[in-house]
Nanobody
Framework: VQLQASGGGLVQPGGSLRLSCAAS?????MGWFRQAPGKEREFVAA????????LYVDSTKDRFIISRANIKNTVYLQMNSLKPEDTAVYYC??????????????WGQGTQVTVSS
């Protein structure tokens, strides 16, 4: 499965961005991790391909929304009320699902999200 992410950029605090990830095939879950400079990769959100089950990290669940378009094999991450601490490289992932890096077999290239005034 190949993953192609897009939609990153520079946004002011309080603003919004939408990330997209197109997959060449399907897996149980697709989602997003992020990695800030000097920090480990952190789970952000994931969605089950064949149902409505979603997973979120506590720090984003009230601000971020993950969704999918099955016909397009595409997953979206709508990020609202962005904070400077959301600044990171965001990675699209696909695999069995869960909160940990090892649970996702496929990784796309990262897309930079910078939240700054």
């Amino acid at each position: 499965v190949q993953l192609q992410a897009s939609g990153g950029g520079l946004v002011q605090p309080g603003g919004s961005l939408r990330l997209s990830c197109a997959a060449s095939g399907s897996t149980d879950y697709m989602g997003w991790f992020r990695q800030a400079p000097g920090k480990e990769r952190e789970f952000v959100a994931a969605i089950k391909w064949g149902g409505d089950s979603t997973l979120y990290v506590d720090s984003t669940k009230d601000r971020f929304i993950i969704s999918r378009a099955n016909i397009k094999n595409t997953v979206y991450l709508q990020m609202n009320s962005l904070k400077p601490e959301d600044t990171a490289v965001y990675y699209c992932v696909a695999g069995k699902g869960g909160f940990y890096v090892y649970e996702y077999e496929y990784w796309g290239q990262g897309t930079q999200v910078t939240v700054s005034s």
